[in-house]
């Protein structure tokens, strides 16, 4: 069974920390992967999106990478700010007769 | 350009009830579709569609209904409510399909009593 894990649940750091969010997919044969921002009581924003032949994408103070042999992607985010406290999912996408698979996220908060 | 919209942003339903909730969309898009978010899990797909006239159901699709008469609207029907639809559903939507960026509502919270 296709699964998508987000380790941690939950982070907190001082702002100004560059960190990074952890996204682990159990099937390597992805077709892209994406990240999304979640802000509390609203939609999903779209971040990011990877697709398999690519190692990475960036945009601003994000970076993402992938690594599809060892079923992981990460989400970079430097020179952290308040502004930047959600919660941060990311979604596989297998192909055509599969729909996205999501993970449970991490929620972030950066402290002043 | 108002994007993807939701309404209601809320609702209180009694067991049995029935409700739809809208979604719509003015970026001429062909892919719509419905998740719910529950705490600790990841999104799951209620139903889909890939334009007008045709839809078709995701992992969760028991109790809800769906129809698309237009390109714009992909509404979402409750049958009969039960406790454990209470959720925050998203609408989506994207040009042609799930292997593009996704665009979503701002969310419906419902709470089934």
């Known amino acids: 069974k296709q699964e998508v894990t987000q380790i941690p649940a939950a982070l907190s750091v001082p702002e100004g920390e560059n960190l990074v969010l952890n996204c682990s997919f159990t099937?390597?044969?992805?077709?892209?992967l994406q990240w999304f921002r979640q802000d509390p009581g609203k939609g999903l924003t779209s971040l990011l999106l990877?697709?398999?032949s690519q190692r990475e994408q960036t945009s601003g103070r994000l970076n993402a990478s992938l690594d599809k042999s060892s079923g992981r992607s990460t989400l970079y985010i430097a020179a952290s700010q308040p502004g930047d406290s959600a919660t941060y999912l990311c979604a596989v996408y297998y192909g055509s007769n599969y729909q996205l698979i999501w993970g449970a996220g991490t929620k972030l908060i950066i402290k002043p | 350009n108002a994007g993807v919209t939701q309404t209601p942003k809320f609702q209180v339903l009694k067991t049995g009830q029935s409700m739809t909730l809208q979604c719509a969309q003015d970026?001429?898009?062909?892919?719509m579709s419905w998740y719910r978010q529950d705490p600790g899990m990841g999104l799951r797909l209620i139903h889909y569609?890939?334009?007008?006239?045709?839809?078709d159901q995701g992992e969760v699709p028991n109790g809800y209904n769906v129809s698309r008469s237009t390109t714009e609207d992909f509404p979402l029907r409750l049958l009969s409510a039960a406790p454990s639809q209470t959720s925050v559903y998203f609408c989506?939507?994207?040009?042609?399909?799930?292997?593009?960026?996704?665009?979503f509502g701002p969310g419906t919270r419902l709470l089934v009593l």
């Open positions: 970026m001429n898009h062909e892919y």
């Open positions: 099937d390597s044969a992805i077709y892209n």
């Open positions: 989506a939507s994207s040009f042609s399909g799930r292997e593009e960026t996704q665009y």
């Open positions: 990877i697709q398999s």
């Open positions: 569609s890939v334009g007008a006239g045709i839809t």
